[in-house]
């Protein structure tokens, strides 16, 4: 059988065999949701490369089970996704990408919140990745990610939130093989200062990133690149709501980076390695601005920070600013517009520098037939800019889906 049909057959299976020999209850907390889509995308660079551009027309074929239960102190969902990629002309990319989710969010006094989440995700990468901010891969990736948080409001007007994220990534790539770890501690205070200034939060952070990459080289005799970077964040600012529809936020601080790099170059005498470690000090920087209504949405929001990217070897330099606009045109039809810049720079000492602009321009719309059944399609376009070696590759993409989704309560 088409693996399409299996992805499809197996969630109507599911369904059948939860509610096909009784009708669902009503009024539970627990819900589940079943849902199917099909898309299908245009794409003139699918490899996202400068001088072997192939296009090609793909079709998706998705299912996903949703389990979510709400009550007053818990809220907790599982979400298991599969989704079959089929390449009209190049049949040897095609892949079945799959995922499961789950997430646990617990009130234990009236103060005190604490939640847990993981991820797991194992998929194929074409030429370009979004989780990473704008830089390129091309493999297979799995992905597993755990979360720890908590929450307590010392009163009022001050809250602090603290959490623990540990993510661990394999990717395979034609020649290369690469893991990627990072663990994020994060902690922040949050303070109404509307006695002295109306309307406005102060904010406080502290974070500390371990990011770990190891590249292995599978052509020839082989090799290993080994980057480990400590990264510590502290910064200090304030949200304003300057009306009911108008507000800001900016924060702003300094970022230590300490880096060690190791290359090992396998050879007919055995293995001969180099290493070096760097460290700087820089600044950082996240600001932006929302505007809401009744019928459309603005954000624009910039930043500047250290962190983790895939596929570059190590830790880059990251600036980023991005335009979102939703607009709800009737009460069935919704508009959306995205925006965004990001340039992703490193300085190695060991491999070859890192200075690359990302633009990407996102149209699109969503028509929802009824409650369960909706129309979505858009256009994205990709330009990235190799400022090192002065390439530019571009790449456009038009897709088209229609999701259907059925919702039970099964308490």
């Given at each position: 059988?088409?693996?399409?049909?299996?992805?499809?057959?197996?969630?109507?299976?599911?369904?059948?065999?939860?509610?096909?020999?009784?009708?669902?209850?009503?009024?539970?907390?627990?819900?589940?949701?079943?849902?199917?889509?099909?898309?299908?995308?245009?794409?003139?660079?699918?490899?996202?490369s400068k001088d072997n551009k192939k296009k090609d027309l793909l079709t998706i074929a998705s299912g996903s089970i949703r389990v979510e239960r709400k009550t007053e102190r818990l809220n907790s969902a599982v979400d298991i996704r599969a989704g079959q990629k089929v390449?009209?002309?190049y049949r040897d990319l095609n892949t079945l990408d799959t995922s499961a989710s789950a997430n646990l969010d617990f009130r234990v006094t009236e103060r005190l919140t604490m939640g847990v989440s993981g991820a797991w995700t194992e998929d194929s990468l074409r030429g370009y990745d979004e989780d990473t901010d704008g830089l390129r891969l091309n493999g297979d990736r799995e992905r597993l990610n755990v979360s720890l948080s908590g929450g307590y409001n010392f009163s009022e007007t001050g809250r602090a939130d603290i959490s623990l994220d540990m993510e661990r990534t394999d990717i395979q790539e034609p020649l290369e093989k690469e893991r990627l770890e990072e663990k994020r501690f994060s902690l922040n205070y949050s303070h109404d200062l509307s006695r002295i200034w109306n309307n406005t939060t102060g904010l406080l952070g502290l974070n500390y990133v371990q990011y770990v990459s190891e590249i292995r080289g599978l052509g020839?005799?082989?090799?290993?690149?080994?980057y480990d970077s400590d990264?510590?964040?502290?910064?200090?600012?304030?949200s304003k709501e300057l009306t009911e529809l108008l507000s800001y936020y900016v924060?702003?601080?300094i970022s230590y980076t300490d880096t060690r790099e190791t290359v090992t170059q396998n050879t007919f005498?055995?293995?001969?390695?180099?290493?070096?470690?760097?460290?700087?000090?820089?600044?950082?920087?996240?600001?932006?601005?929302t505007y809401k209504t009744l019928y459309y949405d603005v954000a624009l929001s910039f930043s500047h920070d250290v962190g983790g990217g895939s596929g570059t070897n190590g830790a880059v330099e990251r600036t980023s600013a991005a335009f979102d606009l939703t607009g709800r045109l009737t009460e069935e039809f919704r508009a959306t517009l995205n925006a965004s810049w990001r340039l992703n720079q490193n300085d190695r000492n060991t491999g070859d520098d890192l200075d690359e602009l990302t633009l990407t321009l996102q149209p699109g719309f969503?028509?929802?037939?009824?409650?369960d059944l909706y129309l979505s399609a858009g256009?994205?376009?990709?330009?990235?800019?190799?400022?090192?070696?002065?390439?530019?590759?571009?790449?456009?993409?038009?897709?088209?889906?229609?999701t259907r989704q059925f919702n039970y309560d099964i308490d």
């Open positions: 059988m088409n693996p399409c049909c299996r992805v499809l057959l197996a969630v109507f299976l599911a369904a059948e065999a939860v509610f096909g020999f009784r009708p669902p209850a009503a009024g539970g907390p627990t819900e589940l949701v079943p849902r199917i889509s099909i898309r299908e995308e245009y794409n003139d660079n699918i490899l996202f390449y009209a002309d020839g005799l082989g090799y290993l690149q080994e990264i510590w964040q502290f910064t200090v600012g304030y924060q702003t601080g005498f055995g293995p001969l390695s180099s290493r070096s470690g760097a460290d700087s000090l820089g600044t950082v920087v996240v600001a932006g601005i969503r028509y929802e037939i009824n409650d256009y994205r376009f990709i330009s990235r800019e190799n400022r090192r070696n002065d390439t530019l590759t571009e790449g456009n993409l038009v897709y088209f889906e229609v």
